[in-house]
């Protein structure tokens, strides 16, 4: 069965300090892969998506980017958090061509 | 651009009771509609997925309806139980690529 992990499952982090958010997926190959922040008092935003290694999209402008170093890893990062930038990380997956998709425990990032 | 909408945003039933949650979508050209669950602080359990060629899904209690030429969908919980307390999210998918629009949610609190 699959399984979807990310670390770490919260954060603390002063203005202007790098980020990297880790999210992989076990027990599956080549799948799309997403990531999402639900902010306080706002619903869930698509960030970034990716169909493979090293394609990433990116759905909104933001002071953070993303990478897919391995099939089945997704990384979220940013070299000076911003204030805004608090709220809770999902990442998620799907089976390329299957509508889906299935979300992990999610980061709670507190910027200060 | 698709926007998703949620109606009630909180609701509150005694145990026992059937109930409907409402989403509605402006554009009509979904690719699929996906219904979640929300725990406090936690990630999304996927519940139903309908395609567009679909007309509803069932799982257990849970029954969910979709209308595209209209832009609605509704959930439809039977015999509600305290354990089915959680925010309850819809979102739709506008094209293979999956990448999902959400609603704000619904609140749903089902009292012993």
Redesign the interface.
Known sequence: SQTIH?WPATLVQPVGSPLSLECTVEGTSNP?L?W?RQAAG?????LF?S?GIGQI?S?VPQNLSASRPQDRQFILSSKKLLLSDSGFY?C?W?IA?V????????T?LTVL | KQEVTQIPAALSVPEGENLVLNCSFTDSAI??L?W?RQDP??????LL?I?SSQREQTSGRLNASLDKSSGRSTLYIAASQPGDSATY?C?V?GG??????????TLLAVQP
Do not use: C, D, M, W
């Not at chain 1, 509508?99 to 999610?106: L, M, S």
């Open positions: 990310q799309n997403y999402y706002r619903g869930l935003q698509l998506y169909v999209s759905e999902l998620a799907s061509g509508a889906e998709q299935f979300f992990g425990p999610g709670r | 690719y699929n996906q979640f602080g936690k990630g999304l359990t996927s997925l395609q999210l979102a998918a293979a690529t999956n990448k999902l629009i959400f609603g704000t949610g």
